[in-house]
């Protein structure tokens, strides 16, 4: 097997929010949880290789994605995806600007664009701003984001920092004059470029425009759109059958460290319905995760429950300004994690995580290696397959913002009630 599309993402949501498009468009993805050891055989011709470099200083972001690539390209892979949240997190120092940077110059350089857009779910670039539902990135929930607030929506002034000069931007009039058009507009663009989109079809023309670059960026709607202008020019990269949902026995259980906004509306809402355990940073901070671990031993094993450390913004600003924005980032994400292996430890294999850096943790704890992709449960959240320890497991891992309000109980219907 040939890697013909490799593809790097930036945190384990935003590879499976990946993976759910592209496996929807009809390829044939296999995602890798973490740097895949270097004699990994390619499984698939879209490989996904989901990193936890978002956060964190740009260097180690760098060498992480530049090791992604080695194995890509190793196994095959001339054209790459680079795949980042539609709402473009990252801090002034990056990562998506430097990680870009040296993806490029790895593979010889050239021009590369950058298209956060997924209109499916309300992010939209218009002259270079981007936009969530109705509102500019720095006026939506956005702005309150424990780990990367955002704070302006202009892609170009966000980006400029990032790689020490000022990008291009298509935009929007020039993408709506068609595919030639974009590509003839090219050569008179710098490197790096912004583009915009607003609904499905402007991503559709981007990617048929741009298949011939070695490197793309951006999020989801853009990847898996690329992918299908690259299997049309005759890749090999459609599956020829499909992971099917299948039932996974054993208990279940939800776990949250997302205090998106669309997140604390689903944890309000299922908190109501399951037992639910609420866990607080400070407090385990001082005494670790004993109480949360004894609540949840007291659990029946294959009755539904949630733990949560979704919290609202001013909340979590008191808990960043006592331990540090990483201090309580992290005790809460190993909390998770712990729990997490403790749930499999007790019986529990279906899995639904709530949480970019939460589903990095939980997965970590789980040591899974690659994740088979299967059916969506909402744009851009599937239902994901893995072994643990030779157990079959079923993760769904939803991003902080995707989902309806009551997300939680549709993924556990949708796979219980799988034959
Ligand atoms: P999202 O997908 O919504 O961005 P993430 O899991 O990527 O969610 O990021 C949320 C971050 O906030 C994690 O690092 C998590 O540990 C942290 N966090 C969760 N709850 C709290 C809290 N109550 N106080 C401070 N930080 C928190």
């Known amino acids: 097997m040939r890697i ?22 009809g390829l044939d993805v296999t995602l890798r949880v973490g740097l895949p050891e ?5 499984q698939s011709p879209v490989e996904i290789v989901a990193l936890k470099s978002r956060m964190g200083p740009a260097e180690e972001a760098v060498a992480a994605s530049r090791r992604a690539l080695a194995w890509l390209r190793q196994g095959g892979a001339k054209r790459v995806y680079f795949k980042y949240c539609s709402t473009f997190d990252s801090t002034a120092q990056g990562n998506i600007g430097p990680v870009a940077a040296a993806l ?8 590369t664009v950058y298209c956060p857009a997924f209109p499916e779910n309300g992010r939209r670039v218009f002259m270079g701003h981007l936009f969530v539902g109705r509102l500019p990135l720095d006026e939506s929930p956005m702005k309150d984001h424990p780990l990367t607030p955002m704070r302006d929506s202009s892609l170009v002034r966000l980006l400029q920092p990032q790689i020490g000069a000022a990008p291009g931007l298509i935009d929007l009039p020039l993408i709506l004059q068609g595919a030639g058009a974009v590509r003839r507009a090219l050569p008179d663009l710098p490197a790096h470029i912004i583009a915009d989109a607003v609904g499905d079809q402007d991503i559709v023309t981007l990617a048929q425009a741009l298949t011939g670059l070695v490197l793309t960026t951006g999020g989801s709607a853009f990847g898996a759109a690329l992918g299908l202008a690259l299997a049309r020019e005759g890749l090999p990269l459609v599956r020829t059958s499909a ?8 208990g279940q259980i939800t776990l949250s460290g997302s205090c998106s906004a669309m997140t604390r509306q689903q944890v309000a809402h299922y908190a109501r319905l399951v037992p639910a355990l609420k866990l607080d940073p400070l407090v385990l901070a001082a005494e670790g995760p004993g109480a949360a671990l004894n609540w949840l031993k007291a659990q029946p094993a294959m009755a539904p429950k949630l733990i949560y450390a979704t919290a609202e913004p001013d909340e979590v600003a008191a808990a960043q300004s006592r331990l540090g924005v990483d201090g309580s980032g992290r005790v809460v994400e190993q909390a998770l994690a712990t729990l997490a292996r403790a749930a499999f430890d007790l019986g ?38 893995a072994r643990v320890e030779g157990q079959d497991v079923a993760l769904a891992l939803k991003s902080g913002n995707f989902g309806a309000e009551d997300f939680f109980t549709r993924a556990h219907a949708m796979i219980e009630g799988a034959a």
């Open 243 to 250: 992971t099917a949902l299948r039932p996974i026995p054993g």
């Open 348 to 385: 529990t294999r279906r899995f639904v995580v709530a949480g970019g850096e939460t589903s990095g943790a939980v997965v970590g704890a789980l040591g899974v290696a690659s994740l088979a992709v299967g059916p969506e449960i909402a744009p851009g959240v599937p239902w994901t397959f």
């Open 104 to 111: 490029l110059a790895d593979l010889g350089g050239g021009q």
């Open 4 to 25: 013909r599309f490799g593809c790097i993402a930036d945190d384990f949501t935003g590879a499976t929010d990946l993976a759910g498009l592209m496996v929807r468009a």
């Open 38 to 42: 270097t004699a990994a055989p390619p």
